[in-house]
């Protein structure tokens, strides 16, 4: 596989960029391998990366049902922070921040990663205590995150509306400037890009239907939609249907899957340059390289795999979405689509072992694990090959809704993204 | 929008006027452990299929009732009073 280079560009071009190869390859499944990572979103394949990169361990396959990306890692916003309120999750997210920081480079890849900063309005007295409490909290954690004062949110996102006549007045916001965005597709295609390069075995079209287990109760494989597939030990990365995947191996998860809507605008000209996030009127807006307004609603509140939502959430948001941002409200709006989410009650992952020896599980990112994929990667990986967390991850067992030692991230990730 | 047939108002009415108010049918456990306790306040079906569930008919009668419905085309197959079991579903 060549790698990306001015030289390599020059060369293809002169080629009229025919004589690229594959990216990754497309093997037939083996009868077994080491490690089985079930579900080839980004996070999957984050961490078949790093199991091979980091630990040597290559003979991995990723087993994904549709396409490799074509889960929530394509459905999603891109909005990338790691201004979480507790020790916990300020670590874990930023254990991603800080690995997103020097992924193109380490990838080889370009992920158009760019920290144009997140802002985060608060429109109300309690709001202002509770985003000053976020921003002590963060800076004790060494997270980046400022307060501003309405002029002051004004002059980083000119277009925002601080009239004091609106429904909900901006009052001040909260700023995370290493905060921002990435190309969503990008992320999955350069682990891949990595991971199979390493040896990893990424087999498409192959849905996981049931667990298997040896006689002591360890696992010993999966039955796939491509026959039966051996392994010591299998993780589940599977985002929406983790807790199906978790019920195969007789398991119930404190999982809820809901419908989370995002849209985006015509392209226009450069004219947004941060993310603007509000928790009041629900709402997020970004604008892409293209030039699109990319728009997130909320979370609906009945489980639903339906992958698409009502219109009337919609509505509010751009309700919303035209206050804030007056110049806004002659966009017209281009796509409109649906993902299916998986929440925990604390609003936090689950990244660890199981009670079955040889399973691990990644899931219940929800509204907001994108901005996770590098460090969850990494961490799943760690968790696997060690058959132990890291200690970052540690805090997000899957006992803890036994011991009641929850990770309450509600109010950070009540908006959803 | 989903149209919500109430049990209690006897009307079909747009979303909107409701809220999910979660899985249906849990029993709070007398005298729990911790793994009893687990179970009724984290653990759940999340059915991909048919599930029950509560809703609210906060801007209607202010009543909790009970519907079954298809999470995977969002239909609701139909709805119930609290309080009843679990009823036999309609053939289709
Ligand atoms: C509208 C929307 C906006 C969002 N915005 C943001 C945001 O701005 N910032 C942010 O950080 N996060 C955001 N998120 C959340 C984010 O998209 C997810 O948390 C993240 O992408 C999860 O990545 P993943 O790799 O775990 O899951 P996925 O990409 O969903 O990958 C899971 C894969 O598992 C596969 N799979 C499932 N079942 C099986 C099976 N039985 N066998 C084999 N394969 C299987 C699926 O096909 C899928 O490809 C948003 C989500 C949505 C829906
Ligand atoms: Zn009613």
New interface residues.
Partial sequence: MTRFSFPSLVRHAFGGDKGWDQQWAKPEPKASYDVIIIGAGGHGLAAAYYLAKEHNITNVAVLEKGWLGGGNTARNTTVIRSNYLYDESANLYNHALCLWEGLSQELNYNLMFSQRGVMMLAHSEHEVQLYKRHVHANRLNGVDNEWLNVEQAKDFCPPLNISPDVRYPVMGAALQRRGGTARHDGVAWGYARGASTRGVHIIENCEVLGINRHADGSVSGVETSRGTIGASKIAISAAA?S??LMNMAGL??????FTLQALVSEPVAPVFPCVIASNTVHAYISQSDKGELVIGAGTE??????QRG???TVEHTLAAICEMFPMFTRMKMLRNWGGCVDVT?DRSPILGKTPIQGLYLNAGWGTGGFKATPGAGHLLAHTIAKDAPHEINAPFSLSR????RLIDEAAAAAVAH | MLLIDCPYCEQERAEIEFTCSGEAHMQKPQNADDAQWEKFLFLRANTKGVHYERWYHVHGCGRYFNAARDTISDKFLLTYKAGLPKPELPNE
């Fill in positions: 249907h807790s199906q119930d998860v404190p999982l809820e899957c509140q009945y489980v639903s795999y339906a009502p219109l009337h009650p809704f036994q011991t009641g």
